[in-house]
């Protein structure tokens, strides 16, 4: 249960940024692909990224 509410952003949801971004990367294989997909930049998905490992972090 702390896994999914790691997801949520304030307690009042889920933040879908990390959830969109976490399976682009995954889809695509890797940051820079899934940032072309997204219309984004490698930077800021790397930086989706890390706030998703520190949140499933235990």
Known sequence: MKF???????????DW?????FLAVAETGSLSA???ALGSS???LGRLAAA????ASP
Do not use: N, Y
């Open 17 to 21: 940024s990390l959830v969109r971004s």
């Open 52 to 55: 998703l490992e520190a949140l």
């Open 4 to 14: 999914i509410h790691s997801f949520m952003k304030d307690g009042k949801g889920l």
């Open 34 to 36: 899934a940032a072309r």
């Open 42 to 44: 490698q930077p800021t």
